[in-house]
């Protein structure tokens, strides 16, 4: 997936690259110059379409992801519609951009379409919340039956499809932990260690948390946050309350 990955922002930098001049060119040709004024930072005219080019980078960049790997494809099968969702938000955006450059748009209407482009991807949000957290139901269910599952845990690889979650790791609560029986809300692992429970495994049953969830022997949960997060919420869960504080 990484090599994808990295193929696709390759080619996304490279029809960037190679858009940018001759958008430049048209833009130039047809005089679509957007001219200094109090509202803006330079001082002469510049070419205007820029968006165009990025945008041309963009969807190729992510035509090559999809084609070059399996694991993108089918994250699309299963969330084509939150997929859609997105892509449609950009594209409204991008449009009112390119009609902006064209025929230009007060500020007022920029800021109606904006704000709609912004309250349909706000909407969405939950759904996509859902589905990370879904995927990481999945990873965990899909090795509950594994004796050892630290050599082959599939939690750190969800990190490229995740961004900004942080550390992903796999807990197991053991019989002898003082938080079984206890709520997420008693128990507070955010507030004090600052991971976050993102999804539960209850034998072949997925969770998706709420501050009402009692922990039981043998969960497996999906923690969250900076290195030293987890680990204050492992030290926590396993009853070491002194490393935990420290």
Not at 6 to 27: H, M, S
Not at 105 to 111: E, V
């Amino acid at each position: 997936m990484l090599i994808a990955a990295f193929i696709g922002f390759a080619a996304a930098l490279a029809a960037t690259l190679l858009a940018t001049p001759i958008v430049r060119a048209l833009a130039l040709g047809r005089d679509l110059l957007d001219a200094p004024n109090h509202r803006k930072v330079h001082k002469e005219a510049v070419p205007r379409l820029g968006g165009v080019a990025l945008g041309a980078g963009l969807i190729l960049g992510t035509i090559g992801a999809i084609l070059l790997s399996a694991e993108a494809r089918d994250i699309l099968l299963r969330h084509g519609p939150r997929f859609a969702t997105l892509v449609a938000t950009a594209a409204v955006l991008a449009l009112v951009g390119l009609y902006d450059d064209l025929r230009g748009l007060s500020a007022r209407a920029k800021l109606v379409a904006y704000g709609i482009a912004f309250w349909k991807g706000a909407t969405n949000l939950q759904g996509h919340v859902k589905a990370g957290t879904a995927m990481i139901m999945e990873a965990l269910t899909s090795q509950s039956g594994k004796r050892d599952t630290s050599k082959d845990d599939a939690l750190p690889q969800l990190s490229q499809y995740l961004p900004g979650l942080g550390e992903l790791t796999t807990f197991e609560l053991p019989p002898t932990s003082p938080a079984a029986g206890k709520s997420l809300a008693q128990l507070n692992v955010r507030g004090l260690t600052g991971a976050t429970i993102l999804a539960i495994t209850r034998g072949d049953q997925g969770i998706i948390p709420a501050a009402t969830e009692e922990l039981r022997p043998g969960d497996r949960l999906a923690l969250a946050g900076t290195r030293e997060a987890v680990a204050a919420a492992t030290d926590l869960l396993e009853g070491n309350s002194d490393k935990a504080a420290d």
